[in-house]
């Protein structure tokens, strides 16, 4: 069965409580989707007064500990995310591995973690436009997704309930309003999805690869479309109902 498309708003350090009327109509919004997993990682303290009133969207984290609990001060749990009613998280994002040097290995213990507190995960990878002028871009995103994938029997687990994901990101069109080539996107997406199923085995062909970098309602649909593309992960336009509710029509369109 074809994977539905999984549409993810990630509000970085943006909101308040005030913002959550935006959430809410996204919320109301998602209500009339049947063919599309959307979802919404609102900053820390949003987080509990967005997961209890949302019903028709997934509310999820933006990062976590590796730990379970202890003396990490400013850092919170995934176990805590999922007490407070998060069920994913996203883990890796570009903006963490530049502004807290997260590494492959760091961003795979925390996607461990998470699949340990029983929430589903978004693991992001993405090149740097050097490291894509230099023609690396796709070892360099090979390297990522080898190293910070979570493995064994959890991950395996968690990919054939849907639960595992892969967000595609170059670092280059994040927030920039630069997209990359449709044709560029197939090619680094048959790679990623070649690389998990030599890591997961068949489990692997469950992972959904999502795109992200500056997806807005006007591209959303020639990306969406693209084959290897499973969703989106979309920062600036998911912090209004309507660029974000555009996105889900586009990716409802690109799955009938
Ligand atoms: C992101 O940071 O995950 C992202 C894709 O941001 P934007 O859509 O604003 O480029």
Request: charged share 15%.
């Amino acid at each position: 069965m074809a994977q539905q498309p999984y549409i993810v708003g990630n509000w970085k350090m943006n909101g308040s409580r005030a913002m959550l009327a935006e959430a809410r109509a996204i919320d109301r919004g998602a209500h009339r989707v049947t063919t599309v997993q959307v979802a919404l990682a609102p900053p820390f303290p949003l987080i509990a007064l967005l997961a209890e009133e949302a019903s028709a969207i997934g509310v999820g984290g933006q990062d976590c500990h590796t730990a379970i609990k202890g003396a990490h001060t400013g850092d919170v749990s995934a176990a805590m995310l999922a007490d407070i009613g998060a069920g994913f998280v996203i883990v890796g994002h570009s903006e963490r591995r530049r502004d807290h040097d997260e590494t492959d290995a760091l961003v795979r213990e925390k996607a461990q973690a998470a699949l340990a507190a029983g929430i589903g995960v978004i693991v992001c990878v993405g090149e740097t436009l050097a490291e894509r002028d230099g023609g690396h871009a796709e070892t360099v995103v090979g390297r990522q997704v080898t190293g910070s994938l979570p493995l064994g029997d959890a991950a395996i687990e968690a990919a054939l309930h849907g639960n595992l994901s892969i967000a595609y990101e170059p670092v280059w069109a994040i927030g920039t309003g630069r997209v990359a080539a449709v044709a560029d996107v197939i090619a680094m997406h048959a790679a990623i999805g070649a690389r998990v199923t030599d890591l997961l085995g068949e489990a692997g062909s469950k992972v959904r690869i999502l795109y992200g970098g500056s997806v807005n309602g006007d591209n959303a649909a020639e990306l969406l479309a693209a084959p290897g593309v499973t969703g989106a992960l979309v920062g600036g336009a998911s912090l209004a109902a309507e660029t974000f509710l555009a996105i889900v029509g586009a990716a409802i369109k690109a799955n009938s």
